[in-house]
């Protein structure tokens, strides 16, 4: 299958040769996904909800029952996968001891995240992706750490599908890394998530992109009784909450209030997203999340990471944070039976090949720019090559200031293009080609100097 089919060439006098493309699916891509197997997320599931509570507060210590019980578990099936990674994928849990906080913690809390770690084969490739789902579970009282709460969409969906995709990922090889991590603390204030970027900022880990998965597997609202398992919707936020103040002018000046990192990356899951998965639409829903609530990508975004958050269409609220009961014969609590595991399936597909697409592409371009010197009714941009990977050629992206998605996709193999739209009316970005067709998350030009 060609990789790109040539729509439509624009050959003005003194502009380059470019051509619009439709982008075909990757057959390896293609394949991965079609591995996705609704049938491991339900036994995931059944398992995660047979540890009775992972509350945060719960045991750490008792084999059967807790979040310790359910963190070594992961880290099992991590290790399982690992076997056939010829030392590429390490799993562990990562821990930290927290003391009471007035809030959401009454005792000194031995807090664990489970995590898998895919090394990238380059090792002069920095690139980290990351994956995520929340372990722990809660009823009603949120400081109950001894009913039974079995969590099976709040969010052992979540990381039902982190673990797919460690399976199936993990059987291939790409020159950056990938993260899979089921972190704890979630409802607890965000704890686990908390920790992991704070250590990621202190570090100076080269996260690009953070895939959040929170209540991703139930298909209808309680309020409405809308049944739907064709949409998905990404949270993302549209100005960047990690030193606003020293970029504010910038992108005041760009008009760039709808162009932060993390909306990038909701745009990037859309289209991936799309594209690899049948009958599934991706809405963005630009705020960094619900009212009320929060998810774990929010630590990451406040330390200045791309991060989304990736959920169910509807969310059924007699399902989350109740305690299993029936009340006028109206059943409460988060139970599997309430569950669509083939759109999981779907929701799991959509963040396998995000991460595919990602880890086997290039790095972004670098010094990305747009000529504003003069005043001309056609746009300029130059860039240079990214630090790693071996790239193909170039996307431009094209849209109108007023639309929310890219219009046009460019191909161009040269670093620098003039094309005959202006600047005024258009936001630009730049995205790195693979050989095999693989995309960079794009890059916003700067204005050159």
Known sequence: MKKALILLALTAAGYATVAQTIVSRDPLIEKMVSQVSSDSLQAYIDQLVKFGTRHTLSSTTDPKRGIGAARNWVVQKFNQFAVKTNG????????????????????????????????GTDPNDKRIFLI??????????????????????DDASGVAAVIESARILSQTAYPATIIFVAVSGEEQGLLGAGFLAEKAKKENWQIEAVLNNDIMGSNNSNETNII???????????????????????IRGMGLENDGPSRQLARYVKEVGERYVDHLEIKLIYRNDRFLRGGDHTPFVQRGFAAVRITEMNENFLHQHQDVRIEKGVQYGDLREFMDFEYLRKNTAVNLACLANLAGAPGVPADVKIDVKNLTNSSYLYWKAPATGKTKGYYILMRETSEA??????FTTETSIRLPYSKDNYFFAVQSVSENGQESLPVVPEVGR
């Not at 995520?132 to 969409?153: E, I, Y």
């Not at 949409?231 to 030193?243: I, Q, T």
Request: charged share 25%.
């Open 88 to 119: 590429r994928m390490t799993a562990y849990v990562d821990t930290s001891t927290l003391q009471p906080d007035g809030r959401r913690i009454n005792q000194q809390v031995n807090l664990g995240n489970a995590m898998a770690v895919l090394k």
């Open 228 to 250: 739907d398992n064709t949409r998905l919707r990404v949270f993302s936020e549209g100005l960047p909450a990690y030193e606003l103040d020293k970029k504010a002018a910038s």
């Open 132 to 153: 995520s789902g929340h372990l722990d579970s809660r009823v009603t009282d949120v400081m109950n750490a001894k009913a039974d709460a079995p969590g099976a969409n």
């Open 405 to 410: 998605h890219w219009q046009k996709k460019i």
